[in-house]
C-alpha cells in the first residue's frame, strides 16, 4: 500500500488512491472511487463510485464527494461542504433519476459549509466564499459568497 489509511478508515480494494494520499478516521472510500496522490482525506469524508479527485486535493472534514462529482489538481474543500448531484432527490424512485455532474477546476477554494448544487462548474483558481451557496457556475479566478452566491472580485 503505497497510501497512509487510518486503522478507523474504510477503503474498498476496488478504490484507487494514489501514492502518498492520507485517509483519515472514520473516511469512507468505496469501490470505483478514484483519488489521486498527495492527496489529504480527513475524518469522516466519504467517496462514492463514480467520485473522482485530483492530485494534491484537500477534502477537510465530512465532506461526501458523490457519483459525478470531480476535483480536478490542487483543489481545497473546506469542512462540511456538500455537492449535489441530483436535482430531484426521492426517498423511493419508481423513475430513473438523471445524475447531474460537478466540475471543481483546478486550484479552486471551497470555503466550509459551502452548498454546491448539480450541473455547475467552478473554474480553476476560483473561491467560493465559506456558507455560499452556489447555483451557477463560477469563472475562472472569481471570488463569489452569498445565498445565492454572487461575485465579489476577480483576480
Do not use: Q
Request: glycine share 12%; aromatic share 6%; hydrophobic share 45%.
Amino acid at each position: 500500500m503505497s497510501f497512509f489509511k487510518h486503522e478507523k478508515a474504510l477503503v474498498a480494494a476496488g478504490a484507487s488512491i494514489g501514492e502518498k494520499t492520507r485517509i483519515w478516521a472514520f473516511a469512507t472510500i468505496l469501490d470505483g472511487a478514484v483519488i489521486g496522490a498527495h492527496c489529504n482525506i480527513c475524518d469522516g469524508c466519504y467517496v462514492e463510485k463514480g467520485g473522482v479527485i485530483g492530485n494534491h486535493v484537500t477534502l477537510k472534514n465530512h465532506v461526501s464527494v458523490w457519483d459525478g462529482i470531480t476535483l480536478e489538481d490542487n483543489v481545497f474543500v473546506g469542512a462540511g461542504t456538500t455537492f449535489i448531484n441530483d436535482r430531484n432527490p426521492r426517498s423511493h424512485r419508481k423513475d430513473a433519476w438523471t445524475l447531474e455532474k460537478v466540475l471543481v477546476k483546478k486550484g479552486a477554494t471551497i470555503g466550509a459549509n459551502a452548498t454546491i448544487m448539480c450541473g455547475v462548474t467552478i473554474g480553476e483558481g476560483a473561491v467560493v466564499g465559506a456558507g455560499a451557496v452556489v447555483l451557477k457556475d463560477v469563472a475562472a479566478h472569481t471570488t463569489v459568497v452569498g445565498n445565492p452566491a454572487r461575485k465579489i472580485s476577480t483576480s
